[in-house]
């Protein structure tokens, strides 16, 4: 892979070579804020770049396949909300003049559904297309609310200058993670909706040859299981597409879960009817017990049960919150 900022000035590369998120940020250093300096002196330390948001390049997973759309030359510019009121339709307007190609890279492809996720924002209006607020998150039940998916994407990315520190200050914060209450609720959750998903539902399913039911509690089971260890680990999980990837490098069960999930979707071929299923069934049952493990170690459940069923109520009782305690443990 190379390393654009390592790059001879002007040294052009081909659109397989490059990342996207380093072509960005070489394409404002070098164009955006020479033009910034130049159009806009008196202004250009209150402005924020970087790439953040939606897009394969902004968590560093794109490659040839993804770069047909939504991908090429472009950055994101942050303003508050008085500066963009003064100069951010100026602003936009120079940021549309700019040189679409750079650096043998062809010009941005946005898709029908894809415009929009790059250019000039103000800030907190950038955030609230995300998460929903154009503030902090103020209480429990609002952190509940915000999808997984759209805070891995508001805290993705790279900046590349912020002067006055107003956009990074409010990604941080959402870095901090989820107040410990509500990741704990979303824990407890997790326990129980993996535990019948994979644990118990599954194999009822096959008995009764609904397989099609039985696909879905597959899919559940790897959907929440990812979810459970992204919350172990305090990060955010990313979109789907993203997400096993993503876990990979996770400290926390992420490299173990990760290939017992590739093996459970890869059981597929086998001369003796059944034996599919049965593997399926140890593998979850198998990732069960690694996340078991995992709760007793950091102290979040005692329970001695080998059901994942069993340790919700355990994890659920060391949230604080009376409000948050007490909703339903299947809800979240």
């Not at 770069?67 to 009121?85: A, E, I, M, V």
């Not at 209006?125 to 999808?147: C, K, N, S």
Request: proline share 4%; hydrophobic share 40%; charged share 25%.
């Amino acid at each position: 892979m190379t390393n654009l900022k390592n790059c001879v000035p002007g040294l052009t590369v081909s659109d397989s070579e490059v990342n996207g998120l380093e072509l960005s940020e070489r394409y404002y250093f070098e164009v955006g804020a020479p033009m910034i300096a130049e159009k806009f002196p008196e202004y250009k330390e209150r402005v924020a770049a970087g790439l953040v948001g939606d897009g394969s390049e902004c968590f560093g997973f794109d490659d040839e396949i993804s770069r047909d759309h939504d991908w090429g030359p472009s950055f994101c510019l942050w303003l508050t909300k008085q500066d963009f009121k003064s100069f951010g339709q100026a602003l936009s307007l120079a940021v549309d003049e700019l040189p679409k190609a750079f650096a043998g890279i062809s010009p941005r492809k946005d898709s029908v559904w894809g415009g929009g996720r790059t250019g000039v924002f103000e800030i907190g209006q950038f955030y609230r297309r995300f998460i929903g607020f154009d503030r902090i998150p103020a209480t429990l039940l609002e952190w509940r609310v915000i999808p997984e998916g759209n805070l891995a994407v508001v805290t993705n990315g790279k900046v590349f200058t912020d002067h006055l520190g107003e956009f990074t200050a409010f990604r941080n914060k959402l870095k901090e993670f989820y107040p410990e209450d509500v990741r704990l609720k979303k824990i407890a959750s997790r326990c129980m909706t993996i535990a019948q998903s994979g644990q118990y539902n599954y194999v009822r399913c096959v008995r009764r040859g609904e397989y099609v039911a039985a696909q879905w509690a597959e899919t559940k089971f790897i959907s929440d299981v990812i979810s459970l260890v992204f919350l172990l680990n305090k990060e955010y999980r990313p979109f789907y597409k993203w997400m096993h990837r993503a876990m990979k490098s996770l400290p926390l069960l992420g490299d173990n879960i990760h290939k017992l999930l590739f093996e459970l979707v890869s059981v597929h071929n086998s001369d003796v009817v059944g034996t599919m299923y049965e593997r399926k069934s140890c593998l979850m049952e198998e990732i069960c017990q690694l996340i078991i493990e995992e709760l007793r170690h950091e102290g979040l459940s005692d329970s001695p049960s080998d059901f994942l069923l069993d340790h919700g109520p355990d994890v659920q009782s060391k949230i604080q919150d009376p409000q948050i305690k007490s909703i339903d443990i299947w809800v979240e």
